[in-house]
């Protein structure tokens, strides 16, 4: 509404196509496109070859055009046990991290909001701090604390809580803290931004007539910031469903997540249609968790103005 | 309003607690004599040497460095225009397929990006030729993707929050479009550009998993060695390595977030 005001009707055409276009065209190419080509890969056969897959489209003589799809993928892997054991996995690690990090970070986001004025900011920063350290040495940090002699077990040995080191490292435990540790502040920045913004004289007339802090929290607070918790939560289920570097380093070899096999099936069993009909599967998979996230951060943003 | 809830300066004391014991630890002892990362033997400054005489390494982080430094610029550029067609052309067609095609990238599990922008490549050079082969170019067109949806982010919420009267003030007077933006839009969002240019910059070196997908041979980036090493076990060299990864990323953040701060206050003051 405001552009219709300020800029002038014959310039407005083309600076705006190009604003719009350029961003759009190259995300069209390198983000969108890319995804009809692992569809396509994924009805194909792997072959011993450079690529290794066989194109389901072939010429085989002068105007006749061979088209030979392969559904032998998904028919694996819904056969194999292996790959929806896998898809389990990720989604029960995804779905009980994200749980944590919200037990963790929802108190936290609220402290900061309740802070006094000059107190956020700092306290925001510290939040960001780490995002901005790289995240694979983040992970790395964790095998030094976790591992049989390291700071946790030298830690309890030393004050002869336990007299053997327990197994950290490589067990289910190790990929959870991995996951909560590297993805708690995409939760606590979305949940700080829908509280900070929150109506407060709800609360104050609540408060006037005699309503409890805690009841307080339950009946005004936590209502109203469902659609930030919502939108935040996505915001870490999502990427940790397809996570691969911290089940990689920190789980074991029982640890079973899609984004770990994906990789193995590309990099060690070079096995790329069957990569591809995996990450077909999880696209899938994720497009309700991301519908959601676009809707409740309208939503927040509408709310808030 | 805090001080009435105890409970809550406890968990957020605690929470801190939890985001920083890693990173210090790390630090604590990439001093360490000892090549047992974790039993302390004495203090000692060996393992940056050793780091500096890391060939390797030091090759795999000067490509990195380049590949961050071009994709940042790319990037902030991209994202700028994202950012602009997002906050100002709400009537604009395609305005809803760009929001939804640039707040996917930040979501998107790694592998997926990385696979499906491979297979991208590979038809690509078959059908026209390019990109030849995989390498540099190949990283650097992925990183310019995921880090522009990055920018775009941080560029928008400084535009959706500017103050558009001096804007329409000079256009009333008859400063055509273009002019305004450089003189006066550019200037104004100077300070979420430079925070969203670090940001592409540290997310294109810190990559690991797209880049392993679209790197050919030659082509090394730092995270592809470090992660080769870490996976056969924790090295005090990686330590040193963080360690003053760390004390660069958080001098930067420092010196930006001192600076942004004092704005702020200072907004406060004339308010």
Not at chain 1, 218 to 234: C, D, F, R
Not at chain 2, 26 to 31: A, E, P, T, W
Not at chain 2, 222 to 237: A, D, I, K
Request: hydrophobic share 55%; net charge neutral.
């Amino acid at each position: 509404m405001m552009s219709r005001l300020s800029w002038p009707t014959a310039l407005r055409v083309p600076g705006r196509v190009w604003v719009i276009g350029a961003p759009w065209f190259w995300l069209a190419l390198f983000f969108i496109l890319p995804f009809l080509f692992v569809l396509k890969i994924s009805l194909s056969e792997a072959v011993l070859a450079q690529p290794p897959y066989l194109d389901w489209v072939r010429e085989v003589e002068d105007g006749m055009v061979l088209i030979q799809l392969n559904f032998g993928n998904y028919l694996m892997l819904w056969e194999d046990s292996l790959y929806l054991a896998a898809l389990w996995g990720s989604f029960k690690v995804a779905a009980i991290s994200t749980l944590i990090c919200l037990l963790i970070g929802y108190p936290m986001a609220y402290a900061i909001a309740l802070a006094p004025n000059h107190w956020r900011m700092p306290l925001l920063m510290l939040i960001i701090l780490p995002f901005w350290t790289s995240f694979l040495i983040r992970v790395y940090a964790w095998m030094g604390i976790l591992k049989d002699n390291g700071l946790i077990n030298q830690v309890l040995m030393g004050m002869g809580l336990i007299s053997e080191p327990l197994q950290i490292l490589h067990t289910p435990v190790a990929v959870y803290i991995g996951v909560v540790y590297s993805y708690l502040p995409f939760l606590v920045l979305p949940l700080y931004a829908t509280l900070i913004r929150l109506d407060n004289t709800l609360l104050e007339a609540a408060a006037d007539l005699g309503c409890r802090p805690w009841k307080q929290f339950l009946t005004i607070t936590l209502p109203q910031s469902v659609p930030g918790i919502l939108a935040g939560s996505m915001l870490v289920f999502i990427p940790v469903m397809g996570e691969f570097v911290i089940p990689d380093l920190l789980g074991g070899p029982d640890t079973l997540m899609i984004g770990k096999l994906m990789w193995t099936e590309f990099f060690s069993n070079k096995d790329w249609p069957l990569a591809s009909a995996l990450a077909s599967v999880l696209l899938v998979v994720l497009i309700i968790p991301f519908v959601l996230m676009r809707h409740y951060e309208q939503k927040t943003a509408d709310n808030l103005g | 309003m805090l001080k009435r809830y105890p409970l809550l300066i406890v968990m957020l004391i605690l929470g801190y607690l939890f985001l920083y014991m890693p990173i210090v630890s790390l630090v604590i002892y990439s001093f360490n004599e000892s090549r047992l990362v974790t039993v302390w033997s004495g203090f000692s400054t060996k393992w940056y040497v050793e780091l500096f005489n890391n060939k390797p390494l030091l090759n795999a982080a000067a490509t990195s460095i380049k590949i961050a430094a071009l994709n940042a610029t790319a990037a902030i550029v991209l994202g700028t225009l994202a950012a602009l067609a997002l906050v100002r052309f709400r009537q604009s067609r395609g305005h809803k397929s760009l929001g939804v095609m640039v707040t996917a990238p930040l979501v998107m599990p790694e592998v997926i990006i990385g696979l499906s922008l491979l297979l991208l490549f590979v038809a690509m050079e078959d059908l026209i030729g390019w990109p030849q082969g995989r390498g540099l170019t190949t990283i650097l067109l992925a990183h310019i993707t995921f880090s522009m949806a990055y920018v775009t982010v941080v560029v928008q919420s400084r535009l959706a929050h500017m103050d558009r009267s001096i804007e329409e003030a000079a256009l009333d007077l008859g400063a055509k479009p273009l002019k305004v933006f450089f003189t006066i839009t550019l200037p104004m969002i100077a300070p979420s550009l430079l925070a969203g240019w670090l940001l592409a910059f540290t997310l294109s070196l810190d990559d690991l998993v797209i880049a392993s997908f679209v790197s050919g041979p030659g082509s090394t980036t730092l995270p592809m060695v470090v992660y080769s090493s870490v996976r056969l076990g924790v090295s005090p060299e990686i330590n040193a390595l963080a360690t003053i990864i760390i004390a660069i990323v958080s001098t930067a953040v420092l010196i930006a977030g001192v600076i942004m701060y004092r704005q702020e206050m200072n907004k406060q003051k004339r308010l």
